[in-house]
C-alpha cells in the first residue's frame, strides 16, 4: 500500500520541526492577543463555491468533492477562510467581533500538480479577523507573517502589496478591463475566455497569458480607485513604515480567491536555490465575504501560511530550528522481579515532570546503556535486587558517568536539584 500521490508521511526531523513551528505560533498569537480556532476539515460543496468562488482554479479544477452516504455534497477545505468565515456567522461570533481575532493550523487539500512546495495535502496557519474595517488591522496582519519570519531568521523574504479598492472601485476597473479585453478574446487562452465572462480581474492573475503584450499593456487599478480605496491603501503603508516593515508595492498581484476588496499580499521567499513556488503565505482583506456567505455585512482580513513551503525555506536557508533531542532520564530493570518497581518510579517521575523512557526488552546492561546513550538520556537509573532491598537507587550522570546512591523517597528532589535550572 502507498500514500495517495501529493501527500507525505510526517515523522522523525520533519514531526519536530512541525511540532516547533506549532509551538511557536501558539505563542506569537497570544502575544497579539488571537485566539485559536478549529472548523471542520470538510464543509458543504457549497460553502466554497460562494466564497472561494466559482472561477477560481481552486474550486474549477481542484476541489476534492464528495457526496457522503446521506447524498449530501462535500468538499474537503482547499483553504481555511471559508470555514472559519463559516463558523463565524453560524455561532453568531459577530455579537462580540471588537474584533474578532482567530487563528488556525491544519490540512488543506487542493488536486494541483505535485512537486516541490505544492502538495495534494498540506499544512496551512492561518489568522482572521472580523469587525474591523481599520487599515491599521491589515498592517498588524501582515506584520505577523513578517515577525514569524524574522523569529525564525529567515532573511530573504519580499513582501508584496496591492490594493484591490473598495466595491465602487473594483467595479469600475472591471468595466474597464471588459472593454480592453474585448478585442483580443480570440487571443486569449481558454481559461482567460471563462474569467472574461465571469471574473476579468482573474485575467490578470493567468499563468499562461502572464507575458502576452495584452496583458501587459492592460488597465492598471491604481487608475481606478475612488478617494476611499486610496486612502485605505495609503494609511496601511503608512502603518506598515511605521513599523518598519519593508514592502514592494505590486500593481499586478490579484490573487487567486475571489474574495477580495482592498489590500492584498502575498510574502515571498527570494534566495535563488528556492523553487518557483515561492510564495510563503498570502492574504488580504475581505469586506464582502461574511455577507456573501449570508451573515452580516462585517468586513474582514486574514492570511495563510503555507508550512511546508515555511520549512523548505529555513532549509534553503540553512536554518536549524529543533535542537538535538534528549530525555531527563532512562531506567533499566536488572531483572523481570523489578519491573513494576521500574514501572512505578517512572510513573512517579512522570508526574513530577521529567523526561522518561525505560527499557522494554529486558536487554543486558551493556546494550542498555547503549540505549540511553542512543535517547541523550542525562541520567541512568539501574535498579535491581539490591536497590530494592535497600530502597536506594543508583543513578548514573550519563555524561560525567559520575555515580550516586539516591533514596527512593529522595529521588524526585535530587533529580530536581541536578536538572532543575534547565
Ligand atoms: P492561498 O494563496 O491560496 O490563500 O494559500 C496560502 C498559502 O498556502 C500559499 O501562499 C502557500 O504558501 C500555501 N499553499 C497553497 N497551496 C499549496 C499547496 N498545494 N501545497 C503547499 N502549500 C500551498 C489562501 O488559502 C487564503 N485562504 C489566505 C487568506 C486567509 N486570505 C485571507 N485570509
Known amino acids: 500500500m502507498q500514500k495517495p500521490k501529493g501527500t507525505y508521511d510526517i515523522y522523525g526531523e520533519k514531526s519536530r520541526q512541525l511540532l516547533y513551528l506549532q509551538k511557536l505560533i501558539t505563542s506569537l498569537m497570544e502575544k497579539y492577543n488571537y485566539k485559536y480556532m478549529q472548523t471542520p476539515i470538510f464543509e458543504s460543496s457549497d460553502l466554497f463555491h460562494r466564497g472561494v468562488g466559482e472561477t477560481t482554479d481552486i474550486v474549477s479544477k481542484e476541489t476534492y468533492d464528495f457526496k457522503d452516504r446521506g447524498n449530501r455534497n462535500l468538499t474537503l477545505r482547499p483553504e481555511g477562510t471559508a470555514g472559519i468565515v463559516r ?88 468595466e474597464a478591463l471588459l472593454e480592453y479585453f474585448k478585442p483580443y478574446l480570440d487571443n486569449l487562452c481558454e481559461d482567460c475566455k471563462n474569467r472574461y465572462a465571469k471574473n476579468p480581474l482573474r485575467i490578470l492573475d493567468c499563468k499562461i497569458d502572464a507575458d502576452s503584450e495584452i496583458l501587459k499593456k492592460a488597465p492598471k487599478i491604481e487608475d481606478y480607485l475612488n478617494e476611499n480605496s486610496k486612502k485605505h491603501f495609503t494609511k496601511v503603508k503608512e502603518y506598515l513604515e511605521s513599523m518598519g516593515i519593508e514592502y514592494v508595492v505590486n500593481s499586478k498581484l490579484v490573487r487567486g480567491l475571489d474574495y477580495y476588496t482592498h489590500t492584498v499580499f502575498e510574502v515571498t521567499s527570494e534566495i535563488e ?55 531527563d532520564v532512562y531506567i533499566f530493570a536488572m531483572s523481570g522481579a523489578e519491573k513494576k518497581p521500574m514501572i512505578s518510579l517512572a510513573n512517579t517521575l512522570r508526574l513530577n515532570g521529567f523526561n522518561v523512557d525505560m527499557d522494554y526488552f529486558n536487554r543486558n546492561i551493556k546494550n542498555n546503556f547503549k ?35 539516591v533514596s527512593l523517597e529522595t529521588i524526585v528532589e535530587f533529580l530536581d536539584e541536578k536538572l532543575g535550572d534547565e
Open 87 to 174: 463558523a463565524f456567522i453560524e455561532n453568531k461570533l459577530y455579537v462580540d467581533a471588537s474584533p474578532l481575532k482567530a487563528w488556525y493550523f491544519g490540512s488543506m487539500f487542493r488536486y494541483e500538480r505535485p512537486q516541490s512546495g505544492r502538495n495534494r495535502e498540506f499544512n496551512q496557519f492561518g489568522v482572521e479577523t472580523f469587525g474591523s474595517s481599520d487599515p491599521m488591522i491589515d498592517a498588524e496582519v501582515i506584520s505577523i507573517i513578517v515577525n514569524l519570519f524574522k523569529i525564525l531568521g529567515l532573511k530573504g523574504v519580499k513582501v508584496n502589496i496591492n490594493t484591490l479598492g473598495d466595491v465602487e472601485s473594483r467595479m469600475a476597473y472591471r
Open 273 to 327: 536555490s528556492f523553487g518557483s513556488n515561492n510564495v510563503l503565505g498570502a492574504g488580504g482583506r475581505y469586506d464582502n465575504l461574511v455577507k456573501t456567505i449570508g451573515g452580516p455585512d462585517i468586513p474582514g482580513v486574514g492570511f495563510a501560511i503555507g508550512i511546508e513551503r515555511l520549512l523548505l525555506a529555513l532549509e534553503a536557508e540553512n536554518i536549524q530550528i529543533t535542537e538535538e533531542e534528549n530525555i
Open 371 to 405: 540505549h540511553a546513550d542512543k535517547l541523550n538520556a542525562k541520567y541512568v537509573i539501574i535498579i535491581g535486587e539490591e536497590e530494592i532491598k535497600t530502597k536506594t537507587l543508583t543513578v548514573k550522570d550519563n555524561e560525567t558517568k559520575e555515580e550516586y546512591k
